[in-house]
């Protein structure tokens, strides 16, 4: 049971697929306006999101955005048709594109992006440092890594705690710096935000 509304949510299809992105646009809202808030987004920036889900975060982004560019890649095809309606508005206005597939299938250059963001992938990552690494090779110098989650099977404080350290020692194994993780309280369980910068 667990393994299976897991999977649902790592890559969600069909009609549990839909519903996973009903529960998702409910659930976020508050984790959205933080993550935004995290980001510090300037209008000309270049941002990438990886796993945009319905695309709540995307649309926010977007709103924010004014000479930029933002991307976003998922494995799910429901999702990017949950994404692609709500924010069909800014794709035809060419400021974003939404990708399906891998990180290793982008096909942007190196050193493109000044911010590349994502929201509970940590949790489904098989290899979070060399994924990070991924991420990584697409920032400018200087550029940021921001992954928001919430670590929902944790039962107390400090199964949180440690959870934001585990994604602290992943950042650094990708070579990131100046690492920050913040906690908010939140519905079902604290959140955390990690901030990473590339050298």
């Avoid at 991307?71 to 709500?86: L, N, P």
Wanted: proline content about 5%; overall charge positive.
């Amino acid at each position: 049971m667990i393994a299976n509304l897991y999977n649902t949510f790592r890559q969600p299809a069909g009609y549990a697929g839909k519903l996973a992105g009903c529960l998702m646009s409910l659930k976020s809202k508050s984790r959205t306006d933080w993550t935004v808030e995290q980001l510090n987004i300037q209008p000309y920036q270049h941002i990438l999101e990886v796993g945009y889900g319905p695309g709540n975060t995307l649309q926010e982004v977007a709103r924010r955005l004014k000479v930029g560019f933002l991307a976003g890649i998922d494995h799910s095809i429901e999702m990017y048709q949950q994404a692609y309606r709500r924010n069909k508005r800014f794709i035809q206005q060419q400021l974003l594109q939404l990708h399906i597939g891998d990180l290793n299938e982008l096909s942007y250059p190196p050193h493109y992006f000044h911010t590349i963001y994502g929201s509970d992938i940590h949790l489904y990552l098989k290899e979070p440092q060399l994924e990070f690494m991924r991420l990584s090779s697409l920032l400018k110098s200087r550029g940021k890594l921001v992954m928001v989650f919430q670590p929902w099977m944790a039962r107390n404080e400090k199964t949180i705690q440690q959870a934001g350290e585990r994604i602290r020692e992943d950042y650094l194994a990708a070579g990131l710096t100046d690492i920050r993780i913040e906690y908010r309280d939140m519905h079902p369980v604290t959140c955390i935000a990690a901030i990473g910068f590339k050298p």
